[in-house]
């Protein structure tokens, strides 16, 4: 270890909405692989105190390594694509969360094991079917905040937060769902404390992708 670790408590896993991302009148770029799934991808895998801050960029000696997660980028073209302009091939993405969030669990995940827990979670917690399962589709149609929390919660658990944005004529819509993880990046907990992110109106638009 190069030095003392700044620490944290747990861990945030915040998956996007591709279609949340793209609807906006800053609009988006498929990645150079193609177009995502219509699926959830994940944004991050988020390093977070109970107080409801968060340490960042905890490591420039320790910079994203490609090499180290050769055996996982097939996977994480399908479960994490960048959705930024212009189009890139992912990695700009990916060494964005390492660089600013996973140096900050350097110390209990490395560069592999970090990409390889958000990969495992996200296919854990398989939040598409859970809404699917509840009647909920993007399909475009207007869905209770409430009735999307507790799709999740039935599914997984645990109380989901959600993230909104607007859609280019200003529609509340599902963008971000976060879902907390234990300090070992193993399992799904309680929220100690949810994020201070995107208000979300009563009823939200889930869009197409
Ligand atoms: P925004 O301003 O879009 O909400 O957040 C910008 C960036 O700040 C996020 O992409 C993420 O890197 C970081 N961030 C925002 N809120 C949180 C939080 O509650 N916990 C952590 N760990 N990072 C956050
Ligand atoms: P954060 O700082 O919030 O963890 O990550 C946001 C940064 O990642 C921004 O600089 C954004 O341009 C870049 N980025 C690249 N691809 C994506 C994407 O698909 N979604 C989001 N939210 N940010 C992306
Ligand atoms: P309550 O604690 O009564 O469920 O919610 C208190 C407030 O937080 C209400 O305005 C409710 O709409 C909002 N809220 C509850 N859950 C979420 C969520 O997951 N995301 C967002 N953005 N707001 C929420």
Not at 92 to 120: I, M, N, P, R
């Amino acid at each position: 270890l190069a030095c003392a670790s700044q620490g944290y408590d747990f861990f945030y896993l915040v998956q996007q909405w591709p279609g949340s991302y793209c609807d906006t009148t800053q609009g988006c770029c498929y990645p150079t692989t193609g177009k995502p799934a219509s699926d959830f991808g994940i944004h991050g895998l988020w390093p977070n105190y109970d107080d409801g801050s968060y340490p960042s960029n905890c490591d420039s000696n320790n910079p994203f390594d490609l090499s180290q997660v050769s055996d996982l980028t097939s996977q994480m073209q399908v479960s994490w694509p960048s959705l930024a302009c212009p189009s890139s091939d992912d990695t700009s993405f990916w060494t964005h969360e390492w660089d600013k969030h996973g140096t900050c669990s350097e110390s209990v995940l490395d560069e592999h094991a970090y990409f390889q827990a958000a990969l495992d979670l996200k296919a854990q917690a398989n939040i598409l079917q859970a809404l699917e399962n509840a009647g909920i589709q993007a399909d475009g149609g207007l869905y209770s905040l409430t009735g999307i929390k507790n799709a999740i919660q039935d599914a997984l658990g645990y109380e989901p937060w959600i993230e909104c944005n607007k859609d280019a004529s200003g529609q509340s819509q599902l963008y971000q769902i976060y879902l907390c993880v234990d300090y070992y990046g193993s399992s799904f907990i309680e929220c100690p404390v949810f994020p201070n992110v995107g208000s979300c109106a009563s009823n939200l638009e889930f869009p197409t992708f």
